[in-house]
DNA sequence: AACTAAGACAACCGCCAACAG
DNA sequence: GCTGTTGGCGGTTGTCTTAGT
């Protein structure tokens, strides 16, 4: 048969943890050492379960646990592996020493899960929204305001909800999470090719600062740059911009010029759902400093981190908030996955 | 000062792979 | 090979604190 049950649930303690009961764990491992949780309770005394035991050792009572704030580092670095491992909590927590995984499961729910959202980023995707078209605020607007409430001033002169601007920006977004596929694969798939050379889209080489530039080219649509700006899909393509650093991944000369996505593009002051971005934060500068972000570095961040991770000057949650949203989105936009990375064996 | 809402975080719950018998 | 337990993990809940009215 196998192993014996692990305690007997009846009349156990739950709830908070008392002093005398830290006290109790702390002394009882110190003496004999983590482990073999099963009997732990019983031989420290303790009107706990064996599970219970062992989480409060390891998110709380564990000598080599960090306190306190994150720091600018850890946060960068959360939001970095979170884009990569998604919610592996544990991990991610391997990758901060004195971290738990707990301790970053709450800590993203709490602040950075809200502010992504806020920002219109999708914090499981780490991608601009596109179910978010804002159609909440012009249902209100057009509710208090029922003269506005025509398909011009709902959709513009062309429309948001295009279904060909819907299906590039969908194909575009896509690349970011699968960037196996040959961008010019997708448009060809999404038959995107022949609405382009119809519509004479130019390519759009959009630029930081927001706004997109004057059109390399004539012939440009900016209304199309515009509306895949409203669409909030100017962010959502780092990994996009590798494509003109790839052969395989090259538009064909038809097109003249890739379409470029530079990272922050995300912040389109048009795009009532994104606050703008003050110019004076620090969003430039840590836009620069993540320009040669790599996994390496996220890998050896503990080590290799330029301050230290418990850098009092660079706490995210006394922060402005402002400063702290800009460093999110540069962030999760800013860095490549090498060619050739094993992604299992990194696991 | 009292009440309420929101925020923060510790702790619990349930699932599952690994492992012991 | 099967059964049942353990330990680990991610999701969720509960409780305490803080801010706002």
């Known amino acids: 048969m196998g192993r014996t ?21 702390i002394n ?23 599970k219970s035991c062992r989480l409060r050792w390891t ?20 939001i970095q592996l979170h884009c990569i491992l998604g919610n592996k909590w544990s991990a991610i927590a391997a990758r901060l020493p004195g971290r738990t995984d707990n301790e970053i499961k709450n800590y993203w729910n709490t602040h950075i899960r809200k502010r992504l959202l806020r920002m219109g980023i999708d914090p499981v995707t780490h991608a601009p929204r ?9 249902l209100n607007s057009s509710l208090c305001n029922p003269s506005i409430l025509n398909v011009s001033n709902l959709f513009g002169t ?27 694969k997708t448009l060809q798939e999404n038959n995107l090719f022949n609405y382009l050379m119809q519509n004479q889209v130019q390519p759009v080489v959009l630029q930081p600062n927001d706004q ?15 509306q895949l700006m409203q669409a909030n899909v100017e962010g959502c393509c780092s990994n996009v911009s590798t494509f003109g650093n790839s052969q395989e991944n090259s538009i064909p000369t038809s097109l003249n010029e890739e379409l470029v996505c530079q ?18 934060s620090n969003f430039q500068s840590l836009y620069n400093s993540n320009q040669n972000f790599s996994f390496e570095s996220v890998v050896s ?41 094993d992604m299992a064996e990194f696991l």
């Open 5 to 25: 049950p692990c305690c007997d649930k009846d009349g156990l303690k739950k709830g908070p943890w008392t002093p005398e009961e830290d006290l109790k764990l």
């Open 28 to 50: 009882y491992i110190q003496l004999h050492g983590p482990g073999n949780w099963r009997t732990l309770p019983k031989n420290a005394e303790l009107q706990r379960c064996g």
């Open 59 to 78: 998110n709380y009572l564990r000598p080599d646990i960090k306190r306190g704030r994150f720091s600018f580092e850890e946060e960068e670095t959360i």
């Open 130 to 138: 596109l179910d978010l078209l804002d159609l909440s605020s012009i």
């Open 158 to 184: 062309q429309t948001l909800m295009n279904p060909d601007l819907l299906k590039l920006a969908t194909a575009i977004i896509s690349l970011k999470q699968e960037n196996q596929v040959p961008f010019t």
């Open 212 to 226: 997109y530039q004057t059109p390399l080219q004539e012939g440009f649509s900016s209304e199309m740059t515009n």
């Open 263 to 280: 990272p922050n593009y995300m912040y389109c002051s048009s795009n009532p759902t994104v606050p703008d971005i003050p110019e004076s």
């Open 301 to 341: 961040t503990p080590i290799s981190s330029p301050t230290p991770l418990n850098s009092p000057s660079t706490f995210i949650n006394g922060g402005a908030e402002d400063e702290k949203e800009s460093y999110c989105s540069s962030a999760l936009f800013n860095f490549e996955i090498p060619d050739g990375l």
